[in-house]
């Protein structure tokens, strides 16, 4: 086994250097950022100490067992029957033309070789001790991989700075200053109550109608808003009846619209109203019909705010899609549901960053009108890292 050292200005760099020495077949043992002395300790760089290695013998192994496989070869019948002796001239005179190609066995056994070696290769992690943990805890919260590298980038150069001698609760707190960095440049919070009509949407059985009224709850019992509501979820008879009773509990008017020219009606009728939230339909979220249905149905005017409803329970590729389906309305913020119903948070970071769209509200629960929080970095984070907020 032939090991070899490397220092670099970049990883990709340091890849290069290893391929052209040692060849594909190296495997990567060990990875850190190092930081080289300048003039009077002065000037200092920062550089990857990548330490590589290859098996130099490999090659000529393999060479060995095809020689072998070639001497068990049966010999011709018709030169056993004439006693003629077998010539064998030497390995370098053979015409390629002529030469045996290796029996499938050998074949097999190369690329089962070759597999097992880039295998290893993949699973040597540049990650050791409390940043090993903290890289299983961002795959197990789903994070997006390209995200996941970022952070983990990051702290790898202070897990180094810091002579590999960092608490996890350093390394805890290292990545949740990151991730906020990362997620910041968003607006976060609930109601700032600059719009009138509030319209909440999402696909099916993400909680809008238990959500509408918590937000109505607080909205009319915290800030004092005079409050209505609209409803345009007519595919759904129990929808409209569970509103009807959050409207009531509430002392709110509830105006049930089928068309373009019941909403407007409606409209006019609370046009003396602080807040009005507009329940729409849950509808099966790949069928582009339910948007432009809500086009028709809804005037999405500068006067109102848009809520996207989704629920962590989903897998994030669905959440991906609702997105893509909802992003044809001007979306303001998300609302993200069902927090106590699941241990797996990343999707909140991976929708934030990918859409550069902020969250209004957390849900933990279906009592109304508690079991909901205003969002914030911080608390997005903490839920993800599963720390206490502080």
């Known amino acids: 086994m032939k090991v070899k050292k490397y220092i670099a200005p ?23 950022i190092v930081q080289t002395q300048g003039f009077f ?4 760089k920062k550089n990857f100490e990548v330490i590589a290695a290859v ?10 067992q095809l020689k072998e496989k070639e001497r068990k070869i049966p010999v011709n019948s018709k030169r056993i029957e004439s006693q003629q002796p077998i010539v064998r001239e030497p390995f370098t005179k053979y015409d390629a033309k002529e030469t045996h190609s290796p029996a499938p066995d050998l074949l097999k056994e190369i690329q089962e070789l070759k597999a097992a070696m880039k295998d290893l290769s993949s699973d040597i992690s540049p990650y050791t001790g409390h940043l090993q943990k903290m890289n299983q805890l961002l795959i197990q919260q789903e994070i997006d991989p390209l995200i996941r590298k970022e952070i983990m980038s990051s702290l790898l150069e202070k897990w180094y700075l810091a002579s590999e001698n960092a608490s996890f609760e350093e ?8 991730i906020i960095s990362k997620i910041s440049n968003v607006d976060y919070g609930g109601l700032t109550y600059q719009k009138k009509y509030i319209n909440v949407v999402g696909p099916t059985g993400v909680g809008k109608t238990t959500t509408i009224a918590k937000i ?23 929808a409209i009846e569970q509103l009807k009773t959050y409207a009531k509990i509430l002392g709110a008017p509830v105006e049930v619209c089928y068309s373009f020219e019941d909403f407007k009606k409606a409209k006019e009728a609370y046009k003396e109203y602080d807040v009005v939230f507009i329940d729409t339909a849950g509808r099966n979220f790949r069928n582009e019909k339910y948007i432009d249905d809500l086009n028709q149905l809804i005037h999405f005017s500068n006067d109102m705010e848009t809520l996207l409803v989704l629920s962590l329970t989903s897998k994030i590729t669905d959440m ?26 990343g999707a909140m ?7 550069g769209i ?32 502080s």
Request: glycine share 4%; proline share 4%.
């Open 41 to 44: 300790g002065l000037f200092r």
């Open 55 to 64: 098996d130099p013998e490999a090659p000529r192994k393999q060479m060995v």
């Open 10 to 32: 970049s990883m990709p760099e340091a890849m290069k250097m290893i391929r052209t020495e040692l060849g594909s077949e190296a495997v990567i043992l060990n990875s850190k």
């Open 320 to 345: 991906n899609v609702i997105y893509e389906q909802f992003s044809k309305i001007k979306i303001s913020k998300f609302i993200f549901t069902k927090v106590d119903e699941t241990a797996n948070y």
């Open 216 to 238: 109505a709850a607080d909205c009319m019992l915290k800030d004092k808003k005079k409050i209505a509501f609209i409803t345009t979820d007519t595919f759904r008879i129990a």
């Open 171 to 178: 390394v805890q707190n290292w990545t949740k200053k990151y």
């Open 358 to 389: 902020g969250v209004a509200y957390l849900t933990n629960g279906q009592n109304v009108p508690d079991d909901i929080v205003i969002a914030s970095p911080s608390l997005i984070v903490n839920t993800i890292l599963g720390v206490d907020e």
């Open 349 to 355: 970071v991976n929708l934030i960053v990918n859409s």
